[in-house]
């Protein structure tokens, strides 16, 4: 693969990477997010920290590739490894900066469900269930997720909020109802990124990316959807981003470009 | 003990089952595998994630109810069986509780510390609070019912045989599941001499008198992965993964590792080995315990 080129996997993971901020506490979460806490760690932020809610704090990101949060190589070198609550108490506390959460649907207000499409008893598809993702959703100052922009996962508002964002998107939604995070940021898709309003609200389109259209955003888009006043193109992975992303994930396991 | 004699004493048709605490390691196949072998029939499983043992319990009709945060395979996406049972009935009808990871963990603290709820402000606005009747909203805090199992079945690195269970890297819900559990049946990589483990107290992560069962099975844990000992298994994973999507893919699957095996360690004879096995350790300083 030339360098010139990249996949939308490995792009979502360098847009992913530049919003984790220089001392930032992550809630990494799986897969992509995995990755770009391990770019963000080695470019631009590398005062960052990583922790992983099963039980472990990090600083570098793991030396060999990871499957999952569990992997041996996360846990060698790690800064603290330890019980799940203690993590969940450093989320309950509002010290985790930003989370990451993968969603099978997303809405408008930015809820996701991860838990059943249709009929709660006997449903359509029965989807894994929360994780973590909920307490992320509701705990973490902000949160970012990531996932395929196909119509039926970005629809007009879900069946089943998992892992709340805006609610039903009316101001103070989440407020008024006792969630302490300030919600989610963007969603990060294989075509664009969406951005939500300072407070909250419905997602707008912020960039496209690079060779996708504007038309192609809508019409795989569940919703009538805006656009911000600055829309632009999302800036590709620069070299230095895909160095990293091909170097944590060599044989291109998440980032190859298969689903 | 043999683990088909800490399953056929210890976890009669019914039970409530703890597996899967610390999250994607040291998960207790093996003992999820004999209750299979053994037909054990309306249990209810307990868990934050599972990575696939749970989906293979499921199918093979082992399960009444799931209480847990996510069910599926971790690196391949969604359980099969789990969505053949609670969107057909197949094999057999299932209910389930929902959870978060931090319910799940508040749940089987409130039962170690023997009250009947702990509040929380997590799952304020989640539609997970509709699909747990152990979960209420009160007064603008969410009470996480407690959560009592029968068991807990803990995989370690290290064990000696009056039940003192060593376990490191990520522990999840190890503790408070042990804590919350009835009885606890061990499964060990190493069975070591007290020696080892009265030499480091703070490594060990129950009280012994909780542990009815000490199973030494080594590999028991495969193909999730135990550190200091083994790899995680992903091309297994993705095996299931493929062969479970049909009923008869499963079936054939359950032939070939579970049914087809009489314990694990034909089923370790059944499987290459070469490259899960971690060759290069990294030891931590000894700690010093000195009195005087």
Same mark, same amino acid.
């Given at each position: 693969?030339?360098?010139?080129?990249?996949?939308?996997?490995?792009?979502?993971?360098?847009?992913?990477?530049?919003?984790?901020?220089?001392?930032?506490?992550?809630?990494?979460?799986?897969?992509?997010?995995?990755?770009?806490?391990?770019?963000?760690?080695?470019?631009?932020?590398?005062?960052?920290?990583?922790?992983?809610?099963?039980?472990?704090?990090?600083?570098?990101?793991?030396?060999?590739?990871?499957?999952?949060?569990?992997? =041996?190589?996360?846990?060698?070198?790690?800064?603290?490894?330890?019980?799940?609550?203690?993590?969940?108490?450093?989320?309950?506390?509002?010290?985790?900066?930003?989370?990451?959460?993968?969603?099978?649907?997303?809405?408008?207000?930015?809820?996701?469900?991860?838990?059943?499409?249709?009929?709660?008893?006997?449903?359509?598809?029965?989807?894994?269930?929360?994780?973590?993702?909920?307490?992320?959703?509701?705990?973490?100052?902000?949160?970012?997720?990531?996932?395929?922009?196909?119509?039926?996962?970005?629809?007009?508002? @879900?069946?089943?909020?998992?892992?709340?964002?805006?609610?039903?998107?009316?101001?103070?939604?989440?407020?008024?109802?006792?969630?302490?995070?300030?919600?989610?940021?963007?969603?990060?898709?294989?075509?664009? @990124?969406?951005?939500?309003?300072?407070?909250?609200?419905?997602?707008?389109?912020?960039?496209?990316?690079?060779?996708?259209?504007?038309?192609?955003?809508?019409?795989?888009?569940? #919703?009538?959807?805006?656009?911000?006043?600055?829309?632009?193109?999302?800036?590709?992975?620069?070299?230095?981003?895909?160095?990293?992303?091909?170097?944590?994930?060599?044989?291109?396991? #998440?980032?190859?470009?298969?689903? | 003990?043999?683990?088909?004699?800490?399953?056929?004493?210890?976890?009669?048709?019914?039970?409530?089952?703890?597996?899967?605490?610390?999250?994607?390691?040291?998960? =207790?196949?093996?003992?999820?595998?004999?209750?299979?072998?053994?037909?054990?029939?309306?249990?209810?499983?307990?868990? =934050?994630?599972?990575?696939?043992?749970?989906?293979?319990?499921?199918?093979?009709?082992?399960?009444?109810?799931?209480?847990?945060?996510? @069910?599926?395979?971790?690196?391949?996406?969604?359980?099969?069986? *789990?969505?053949?049972?609670?969107?057909?009935?197949?094999?057999?009808?299932?209910?389930?509780?929902?959870?978060?990871?931090?319910?799940?963990?508040?749940?089987?603290?409130?039962?170690?510390?023997?009250?009947? *709820?702990?509040?929380?402000?997590?799952?304020?606005?989640?539609?997970?609070?509709?699909?747990?009747?152990?979960?209420?909203?009160?007064?603008?805090?969410?009470?996480?019912?407690?959560?009592? =199992?029968?068991?807990?079945?803990?995989?370690?690195?290290?064990?000696?045989?009056?039940?003192?269970?060593?376990?490191?890297?990520?522990?999840?819900?190890?503790?408070?599941?042990?804590?919350?559990?009835?009885?606890?049946?061990?499964?060990?990589?190493?069975?070591?001499?007290?020696?080892?483990?009265?030499?480091?107290?703070?490594?060990?992560?129950?009280?012994?008198?909780?542990?009815?069962?000490?199973?030494?099975?080594?590999?028991?844990?495969?193909?999730?992965?135990?550190?200091?000992?083994?790899?995680?298994?992903?091309?297994?994973?993705?095996?299931?993964?493929?062969?479970?999507?049909?009923?008869?893919?499963?079936?054939?699957?359950?032939?070939?590792?579970?049914?087809?095996?009489?314990?694990?360690?034909? *089923?370790?004879?059944?499987?290459?080995?070469?490259?899960?096995?971690?060759?290069?350790?990294?030891?931590?300083?000894?700690?010093?315990?000195?009195?005087?």
């Amino acid at each position: 693969m030339a360098t010139s080129s990249y996949t939308p996997q490995e792009l979502m993971v360098a847009v992913a990477a530049r919003e984790i901020a220089d001392g930032d506490l992550v809630f990494v979460g799986m897969r992509l997010p995995i990755l770009a806490f391990g770019v963000a760690r080695n470019t631009h932020a590398p005062g960052a920290r990583g922790l992983f809610e099963l039980g472990l704090l990090r600083d570098q990101p793991a030396q060999a590739f990871l499957a999952t949060m569990g992997d =041996p190589p996360n846990v060698a070198g790690a800064l603290w490894a330890t019980r799940m609550s203690n993590t969940m108490a450093l989320l309950a506390q509002g010290r985790v900066d930003l989370g990451f959460i993968g969603g099978a649907e997303v809405d408008r207000f930015g809820n996701l469900n991860t838990s059943y499409v249709g009929d709660r008893v006997r449903p359509a598809v029965k989807l894994p269930g929360s994780g973590g993702g909920a307490d992320i959703a509701i705990l973490s100052r902000r949160w970012v997720t990531l996932m395929n922009h196909e119509k039926r996962r970005l629809v007009d508002r @879900v069946s089943f909020i998992t892992s709340p964002g805006f609610g039903d998107g009316t101001p103070g939604w989440r407020r008024e109802r006792g969630l302490r995070g300030g919600g989610p940021a963007a969603i990060v898709t294989t075509l664009c @990124v969406l951005r939500f309003p300072e407070g909250g609200g419905e997602a707008q389109l912020a960039s496209v990316h690079p060779g996708v259209s504007e038309e192609q955003v809508r019409a795989e888009t569940g #919703w009538e959807l805006k656009a911000a006043s600055d829309l632009g193109e999302t800036p590709p992975p620069d070299e230095r981003e895909l160095a990293w992303i091909r170097r944590l994930d060599p044989d291109g396991h #998440w980032t190859g470009g298969r689903d | 003990m043999s683990m088909r004699e800490a399953v056929e004493r210890f976890v009669p048709d019914g039970s409530s089952v703890v597996m899967g605490a610390c999250l994607e390691p040291l998960i =207790p196949f093996a003992a999820g595998h004999e209750m299979i072998r053994q037909s054990r029939r309306d249990l209810t499983l307990i868990g =934050p994630i599972s990575d696939s043992l749970f989906d293979q319990m499921i199918g093979a009709g082992c399960v009444a109810r799931v209480v847990a945060a996510w @069910v599926g395979n971790v690196s391949e996406g969604l359980g099969h069986n *789990y969505r053949r049972a609670a969107e057909q009935g197949m094999p057999r009808p299932l209910e389930v509780h929902d959870h978060s990871n931090f319910s799940v963990s508040l749940a089987l603290w409130a039962a170690a510390w023997n009250v009947p *709820y702990l509040p929380t402000v997590t799952l304020l606005g989640s539609d997970v609070l509709t699909t747990n009747p152990g979960l209420e909203e009160v007064d603008g805090l969410v009470h996480v019912g407690a959560v009592r =199992p029968d068991v807990a079945v803990l995989h370690v690195q290290r064990a000696d045989a009056a039940g003192r269970a060593q376990a490191w890297g990520p522990l999840g819900i190890a503790e408070e599941a042990g804590l919350a559990a009835g009885e606890v049946i061990l499964s060990c990589e190493e069975l070591v001499n007290e020696e080892v483990t009265l030499s480091d107290p703070n490594r060990t992560l129950l009280p012994e008198t909780k542990v009815v069962a000490v199973v030494h099975e080594p590999g028991g844990a495969h193909p999730s992965p135990v550190q200091g000992h083994w790899r995680r298994d992903h091309a297994f994973y993705r095996d299931y993964a493929r062969r479970s999507r049909t009923v008869e893919g499963f079936q054939e699957w359950l032939e070939e590792w579970v049914l087809g095996v009489p314990d694990r360690g034909a *089923y370790l004879a059944r499987l290459e080995q070469d490259g899960l096995r971690i060759t290069h350790h990294r030891l931590s300083a000894p700690v010093d315990y000195g009195d005087e």
